[in-house]
């Protein structure tokens, strides 16, 4: 009688696929953790700069009753210089909105290295009378990863910069007693 002991190559050949399937998911798993991450880094960029919209102007709300802020900034354009600084000296409503505008078009320029938000937009609306202001800031940009949206987020998309597939959007709505 013959006494086997070890592995035979088909029982090691089985065992190294089952190995190298499980090292495959575990690449796959990381490279979508990555993404995930890179996605995640992109909301936070984008719901700062929203939170800062919102904030800096109900520091300036009547500067935003005037209507200084409506509209949109794109990252793709030009600095437009010529604006006072503010910060050490007093300024009106509206050099005020003009300095919060260019600071806003700075932090998210991307190909400057000073923000994380590829072909950003920020459109911003304000409305209200005498004694309120609404404020609608939406900020849309490009990310790597491709999603399938749905009619409504298109609308928004196309309203704020460019609708496609790889386009995210985020909207922040406020309201300010004046």
């Known amino acids: 009688m013959f006494k086997q002991s070890g592995f035979t190559l088909l029982e090691t050949l089985i065992a190294f696929i089952v190995l190298v399937f499980g090292l495959l998911g575990a690449v796959a798993l990381q490279a979508k953790a990555k ?3 890179y996605d995640a880094m992109q909301r936070a960029a984008a719901l700062g700069v929203a939170n800062d919209v919102i904030e800096r102007i109900k520091a300036n709300s009547e500067g935003a009753l005037a209507g200084n802020y409506n509209g949109n ?12 600084t503010c910060i050490d000296s007093g300024c ?18 991307a190909t ?10 920020i459109c911003i609306t304000t409305a209200g009378g005498a004694d309120n202001l609404n404020i609608n800031v939406v900020i849309s940009w490009d990310s790597r990863q491709k999603l399938v949206a749905n009619a409504d987020a298109g609308a928004v998309k196309g309203d704020c910069g460019t609708n496609s597939d790889s386009r995210r959007v985020l909207a922040l709505n406020s309201f300010l007693f004046v």
Not at 73 to 84: F, L, R
Not at 92 to 109: C, L, T, V, Y
Not at 112 to 121: E, H, K, R, Y
Request: no cysteine; aromatic share 6%; proline share 0%.
């Open 35 to 37: 993404q995930a991450t």
């Open 73 to 84: 900034i794109a990252s793709s354009a030009d600095q437009a210089g010529g604006y006072t």
């Open 92 to 109: 009106s409503a509206g050099q005020i909105a003009s300095f919060d505008i260019e600071h806003w078009r700075k932090s998210i320029r």
């Open 112 to 121: 400057d290295n000073t923000g994380s938000l590829s072909d950003a937009m």
